[in-house]
Nanobody
Framework: QVQLVESGGGLVQAGGSLRLSCAAS????????MGWFRQAPGKEREFVAT????????FYADSVQGRFTISRDNAKNTEYLQMNSLKPEDTAIYYC?????????????????WGRGTQVTVSS
């Protein structure tokens, strides 16, 4: 029922910033916790950040803590990932996802709706 479309990826130099957006459609969007995952070539898809349906609870992977910020605007049915101080190791396809519940979770199996991803490449 929930459909997600990512945007905002691109090519940046190390130390730069990008802001990813995830546009959601579906009447149940406000009831879902949301998350961002990423997958680099040859690597498993890994958790990046999550936000509760209310926006009051946030949780980040250690690798992005202090550099990335997740947010959501339920009125606009949109989730964001602000990425600062980007590093080459941040290079990956970034996926937006919606969880089956409203509580923050880093468990990939808890997410039931996925976007098709947007490429982020950090050069150095």
């Amino acid at each position: 029922q929930v459909q997600l479309v990512e945007s905002g990826g691109g090519l940046v130099q190390a130390g730069g910033s990008l802001r990813l957006s995830c546009a959601a459609s579906g009447r149940t969007f406000s009831g879902n916790a949301m998350g961002w995952f990423r997958q680099a070539p040859g690597k498993e898809r890994e958790f990046v950040a999550t936000i509760s349906w209310s926006g009051r609870s946030l949780f980040y992977a250690d690798s992005v803590q202090g550099r990335f910020t997740i947010s959501r605007d339920n009125a606009k049915n949109t989730e964001y990932l602000q990425m600062n101080s980007l590093k080459p190791e941040d290079t990956a396809i970034y996926y937006c996802a919606a969880a089956k519940g409203g509580i923050v979770t880093q468990g990939i199996s808890d997410y039931v709706f996925w976007g098709r991803g947007t490429q982020v490449t950090v050069s150095s």
